[in-house]
Structures are given as C-alpha cells and as structure tokens.
C-alpha cells in the first residue's frame, strides 16, 4: 500500500510518485471535511480493504467495518460518450508520441491537454464529481469506507494509470485498437494516394508503368521525424534468451531477480531517452 503522509493537519502530500497519482491526491485535499478523510486515510492503512477492483466503469470494493459483514461499496465518474472518445482518439491518433507512450504502458503527461482541447476533463474537478454509494448505516458521503478506497486509488493508479480511461468508459486495451486502426487507416490512405500518382496507365497497350526511380528508392535525405518512431517494450529480453544462470541452485534466483531490476531500470531509460 502507498504511504500517504500528511503534509500538514489539513493535506495530505505524495513523493516521488508519478503525475497522475499526484493529482488525484491532490483531489483529495481540496476536500473540506479533512477529519473524515483523516478516519479513511487510516482504514486504509490498517488493512480493512479486504478487496478491491474495477468492473466496467465502476471500481467495487469490500471494506469491513465495525459489523460483522463487510460493507460494500461502488465508486465511479460520468464516463464519456461513444462520439467525445472519437474526438479525443482522432487527436491522439495525429501525435504518434501518444501511441508510443501509451503502447510503452506510460501516461503522456500532455494528456489532460488533448481532453481539454475537446471540452473534456480526464480527472474530476473536485470530489462532487466522483459518486460513490456503501452499504453502510452513515447518511454521510463520503463515509469512512469511502474515503479509505479513495486512498487505495492512488495505489491502483500507481500500478495502473489506464485505470482511469477505465472509469471514464474506456479501456486501455480499446483506447489502443482504436489509435492501431487509425494510424493503419491513415497509412493505408497514404498508400492508394502513392500509388494512384505513381502509376500510369497506358489506353494503348493496356500496360502499367512505374514512374518511381527505382535507382534511388531507398534513399531518404530528410531526417526522420522521431514522432513516427512507434517505440514499444521488447516481450523477449536478453535474460530469457540466455536462460538459466549456471550457479548453484541457492544463488541462481537472487542473482537473476538483481539482474532483472537492472535490465529494467536501463530498458526503462533507454525508452524514455529514445521518446525525448
């Protein structure tokens, strides 16, 4: 679980966690009543989240509380309509930078802009807009059990930050279909284009001639534009080609797990210099 620490009596901070952790704690500290975020905050760190996850646009939770069953609870945001994600997908699809980081599992820090520009917020304004519901007895919203999950949230977002488009009706996995058959549309668009200004054809004898030099087809003197460069995570590393490490059985895993979170770390590097 993430440590929450308080910055103050009144707010609650983060460090070194990524941007979209970071904001939605700092959602929660524009929260007026801090006494009873304080009382979740600390149902969250003793443990009484027993489980935790999203179905559709909904993230469900089981909270147990001071009665012998559980407490279950739902908490979800307006999700976005089917003709707003085309909009915000079409503007995405034109920055390849987007797919990049996207298809890399990272969360564009420009991307809150990209909604923005089509009269849509990714993240809630203020915690009104968050709606919640929990089996509790407490008229009061949000109650105790409420507010210790949207602490666990900010571990959720941290492990998976697509879980937002999630809650806003979208999944990750539909998001980057959408961008592949856009860019593929493009390209394919591209292509007839080339070819219906490349090739002639001849009435006379019915044949088609190519008016590409074929001498200097590969060759390419303009730069490349780095925001062509789709840049994805290798499924195969250099530790699963090489296999087993040849040492005794006791040492063979720490070494391989230590080797791991190295070749992790420079891969992770490596990406996010090659994205600039």
Same mark, same amino acid.
């Given at each position: 679980?993430? @440590?929450?620490?308080?910055?103050?009596?009144?707010?609650?901070?983060?460090?070194?966690?990524? &941007?979209?952790?970071?904001? &939605?704690?700092?959602?929660?500290?524009?929260?007026?009543?801090?006494?009873?975020?304080?009382?979740? #905050?600390?149902?969250?760190?003793?443990?009484?989240?027993?489980?935790?996850?999203?179905?559709?646009?909904?993230?469900?939770?089981?909270?147990?509380?001071?009665?012998?069953?559980?407490?279950?609870?739902?908490?979800?945001?307006?999700? +976005?309509?089917?003709?707003?994600?085309?909009?915000?997908?079409?503007?995405?699809?034109?920055?390849?930078?987007?797919? @990049?980081?996207?298809?890399?599992?990272?969360? !564009?820090?420009?991307?809150?802009?990209?909604?923005?520009?089509?009269?849509?917020?990714?993240?809630?304004?203020?915690?009104?807009?968050?709606?919640? *519901?929990?089996?509790? =007895?407490? =008229?009061?919203? =949000?109650?105790?059990?409420?507010?210790?999950?949207?602490?666990?949230?900010?571990?959720? +977002?941290?492990?998976?930050? +697509?879980?937002? +488009?999630?809650?806003?009706?979208?999944?990750?996995?539909?998001?980057?279909?959408?961008? #592949?058959?856009?860019?593929?549309?493009?390209?394919?668009?591209?292509?007839?284009?080339?070819?219906?200004?490349?090739? @002639?054809?001849? !009435?006379?004898?019915? *044949?088609?001639?190519?008016?590409?030099?074929?001498?200097?087809? &590969?060759?390419?003197?303009? !730069?490349?534009?780095?925001?062509?460069?789709?840049?994805? =995570?290798?499924?195969?590393?250099?530790?699963?080609?090489?296999? *087993?490490?040849?040492?005794?059985?006791?040492?063979? !895993?720490?070494?391989?797990?230590?080797?791991?979170?190295?070749?992790?770390?420079? @891969?992770?590097?490596?990406?996010?210099?090659?994205?600039?």
């Amino acid at each position: 679980m993430t @440590a929450y620490a308080s910055a103050s009596s009144s707010a609650y901070a983060l460090e070194d966690e990524a &941007w979209w952790v970071q904001r &939605w704690v700092e959602l929660l500290n524009t929260y007026r009543f801090k006494k009873r975020l304080e009382r979740g #905050r600390i149902y969250a760190r003793e443990g009484h989240i027993l489980s935790l996850e999203y179905k559709g646009s909904k993230v469900t939770a089981l909270v147990q509380g001071t009665a012998e069953e559980p407490y279950k609870l739902s908490i979800w945001l307006d999700a +976005f309509s089917d003709e707003d994600w085309n909009y915000v997908i079409d503007s995405l699809s034109e920055q390849a930078i987007y797919s @990049a980081q996207l298809l890399a599992g990272e969360m !564009p820090a420009e991307i809150e802009a990209v909604f923005t520009a089509n009269g849509l917020s990714l993240y809630p304004f203020n915690l009104s807009e968050v709606h919640s *519901k929990c089996s509790c =007895p407490d =008229p009061k919203n =949000p109650c105790k059990h409420i507010a210790a999950v949207y602490y666990q949230l900010g571990d959720f +977002f941290r492990e998976d930050p +697509f879980v937002l +488009f999630q809650l806003r009706g979208r999944s990750r996995d539909s998001i980057l279909d959408a961008l #592949r058959q856009r860019r593929q549309s493009t390209a394919t668009s591209t292509e007839v284009l080339t070819t219906d200004t490349e090739l @002639a054809i001849q !009435p006379e004898s019915g *044949k088609v001639t190519s008016q590409v030099d074929l001498q200097h087809f &590969w060759a390419y003197a303009e !730069p490349l534009d780095s925001e062509l460069v789709v840049i994805t =995570p290798a499924e195969t590393t250099v530790l699963d080609v090489l296999g *087993k490490i040849p040492l005794p059985p006791e040492d063979a !895993p720490a070494v391989m797990g230590h080797l791991k979170e190295i070749y992790q770390t420079v @891969a992770q590097q490596a990406m996010m210099q090659a994205l600039g």
